[in-house]
């Protein structure tokens, strides 16, 4: 294997690596037994790329399965019954987050994604009622299709972006929504957040190399202007760099940031520590 991504669908190995490292610590924040097999002989790979941007990586990918598993149990004691993860890649929440067969889990990703999963955990029993669905969601024609499948079927559901977002167009994403919103059942959208503060960075061709064969390309002006535009409430918003320090994990942040921010204070920081984490989203009535 080179020492870049090759395509955006080696990114879920990537990210189930991360989870695989972090469930070993003797302090870890969660527990993901299944990352490790579902990454396979791909570790060594991995574990090669060191850079300034898998260090960040790295923390993102913990921050965000902590705040992706609490949103999804929190929507689940509100009555949510159906979660549509979009992109799903290879994450485990069916097996590890006690759900509850009264839940559906549908998971969507390239054919060749869903084959590799189904195979790596066929002795292993979900914590949920679990369907996977092999589709090149970029086919919007059968996407389409298959949310008004799907909305017939559930009155309630909650659709899920992980890691996707960024590697959309504008038009890509405001497809993906105007697609959703079409029907009803999809009461909420859990997805990314970047600041606009943050894009400097990402679009630096040297920081995301060894993004350069799938780049960001989700790039709005306005972030949250954007899905409001679209029929979305902000329903709920959780940043890095706070949930960091609620949990005691220490940020990638340069130490003399916390050198800056007791001499400014917080409110100068605040901008800062919201400049990347996830939304939930709820439509508009």
């Known amino acids: 294997m080179t020492s870049s991504i090759q395509h955006v669908s080696d990114t879920s190995a990537w990210v189930a690596y991360y989870r695989a490292l972090e469930s070993k610590r003797p302090d870890a924040l969660f527990q993901d037994t299944y990352a490790e097999s579902l990454v396979g002989n791909r570790a060594s790979h991995f574990a090669r790329l060191k850079s300034n941007t898998t260090k960040w990586t790295q923390w993102t990918v913990i921050m965000r399965t902590l705040i992706i598993d609490q949103m999804i149990l929190d929507l689940k004691e509100k009555g949510c019954q159906a979660v549509l993860n979009l992109g799903a890649g290879l994450d485990s929440r069916p097996y590890r987050l006690n759900l509850g067969s009264d839940v559906q889990w549908i998971e969507v990703d390239y054919p060749h994604v869903i084959?590799?999963?189904?195979?790596?955990?066929?002795?292993?029993?979900?914590?949920?009622?679990?369907?996977?669905?092999?589709?090149?969601?970029?086919?919007?024609?059968?996407?389409?299709?298959?949310?008004?499948?799907?909305?017939?079927?559930?009155?309630?559901?909650?659709?899920?972006?992980?890691?996707?977002?960024?590697?959309?167009?504008?038009?890509?994403?405001?497809?993906?929504?105007?697609?959703?919103?079409i029907h009803p059942s999809f009461q909420y959208w859990i997805g990314e957040y970047i600041s606009p503060q943050s894009y400097r960075y990402l679009k630096n061709p040297k920081r995301m190399r060894l993004l350069q064969n799938a780049p960001f390309q989700f790039y709005p002006e306005d972030w949250i202007g954007f899905f409001q535009s679209r029929g979305w409430n902000l329903k709920r918003e959780e940043y890095y760099t706070e949930t960091s320090e609620k949990v005691g994990r220490r940020s990638p942040m340069p130490f003399f940031f916390k050198i800056l921010e007791l001499i400014k204070g917080s409110e100068w920081a605040k901008s800062y520590k919201q400049m990347s984490g996830y939304l939930l989203w709820s439509r508009r009535p």
């Open 115 to 181: 084959d590799y999963k189904t195979k790596i955990l066929q002795n292993e029993i979900p914590r949920c009622s679990l369907e996977r669905i092999g589709l090149d969601l970029s086919d919007r024609s059968r996407r389409q299709a298959l949310f008004s499948e799907i909305a017939q079927k559930h009155s309630q559901i909650v659709v899920l972006t992980e890691g996707v977002l960024p590697y959309l167009s504008v038009d890509q994403v405001s497809e993906l929504s105007e697609d959703l919103m």
